[in-house]
C-alpha cells in the first residue's frame, strides 16, 4: 500500500480500531487502485475482529438488478430475497444467517455503482445509512479509484456523510 497519509496500513489499522464504535460515520472513502484496496480488505479482515468484511465489485453494479445479485452473493442472502428495494432494506437490516459484532461493507470501483441507475443511489444510501445501528453497526468504505473526486461528489450529492478512512 502507499505511504500517503490515511492509505498506509498503519493509519488504516488505526482507523480501524474505531471504524466499527464511530456512532457517526456510516461511509468511509479511500482513493485506491484495485491492488491497494484489495490490500486493505485484507487488511481489515485480518484486523476486524468479529465484524463480517464483505466486497461488492462496483463494476458489476451498474444496473440496480446488477447491485441486488451482487449484494445477495456476497452477503449470502436467503434464498427468498426479493431483489428490490423493500426486500434489500429487510435483509440488511437483519444479518443474522451472518452473525458477527459488525459489518464492512467495501465497494471496489465504487464509482460504478449503479451508474446506470442513478436515480437509485440515494435509496440505495438511505437504507444503508438506517441500516447501521449501536448493536450492529455497518460500515461502508468507498473504493474511489486513485482520482475519486468525481465519484466522490456523486455519492455527495445523494446525500452521503463522506469521512476520507484513515483521516
Given at each position: 500500500?502507499?505511504?500517503?497519509?490515511?492509505t498506509?496500513?498503519?493509519?488504516?489499522?488505526?482507523?480501524?480500531?474505531?471504524?466499527?464504535?464511530?456512532?457517526?460515520?456510516?461511509?468511509?472513502?479511500?482513493?485506491?487502485?484495485?491492488?491497494?484496496?484489495?490490500?486493505?480488505?485484507?487488511?481489515?479482515?485480518?484486523?476486524?475482529?468479529g465484524?463480517?468484511?464483505v466486497?461488492?465489485?462496483?463494476?458489476?453494479?451498474?444496473?440496480?438488478?446488477?447491485?441486488?445479485?451482487?449484494?445477495?452473493?456476497?452477503?449470502?442472502?436467503?434464498?427468498?430475497?426479493?431483489?428490490?428495494?423493500?426486500?434489500?432494506?429487510?435483509?440488511?437490516?437483519?444479518?443474522?444467517?451472518?452473525?458477527?459484532?459488525?459489518?464492512?461493507?467495501?465497494?471496489?470501483?465504487?464509482?460504478?455503482?449503479?451508474?446506470?441507475?442513478?436515480?437509485?443511489?440515494?435509496?440505495?444510501?438511505?437504507?444503508?445509512?438506517?441500516?447501521?445501528?449501536?448493536?450492529?453497526?455497518?460500515?461502508?468504505?468507498?473504493?474511489?479509484?486513485?482520482?475519486?473526486?468525481?465519484?466522490?461528489?456523486?455519492?455527495?450529492?445523494?446525500?452521503?456523510?463522506?469521512?476520507?478512512?484513515?483521516?
Amino acid at each position: 500500500m502507499s505511504d500517503d497519509p490515511g492509505t498506509g496500513s498503519g493509519d488504516v489499522h488505526t482507523t480501524l480500531a474505531s471504524l466499527l464504535s464511530d456512532a457517526s460515520t456510516v461511509f468511509y472513502t479511500v482513493e485506491l487502485g484495485r491492488s491497494d484496496f484489495d490490500d486493505l480488505r485484507l487488511h481489515l479482515v485480518d484486523e476486524a475482529d468479529g465484524a463480517a468484511v464483505v466486497v461488492l465489485r462496483g463494476w458489476k453494479c451498474k444496473r440496480t438488478e446488477d447491485f441486488f445479485d451482487e449484494v445477495a452473493s456476497a452477503l449470502q442472502f436467503p434464498w427468498y430475497f426479493g431483489e428490490n428495494w423493500d426486500a434489500f432494506e429487510e435483509a440488511i437490516g437483519d444479518l443474522s444467517w451472518l452473525p458477527a459484532d459488525g459489518y464492512v461493507l467495501m465497494v471496489n470501483d465504487a464509482g460504478e455503482l449503479l451508474s446506470e441507475a442513478p436515480g437509485e443511489l440515494r435509496t440505495l444510501l438511505d437504507i444503508l445509512g438506517a441500516a447501521s445501528s449501536d448493536e450492529s453497526p455497518c460500515k461502508v468504505v468507498l473504493g474511489l479509484g486513485e482520482r475519486g473526486g468525481d465519484a466522490a461528489e456523486r455519492f455527495a450529492k445523494s446525500g452521503a456523510q463522506l469521512v476520507p478512512l484513515g483521516r
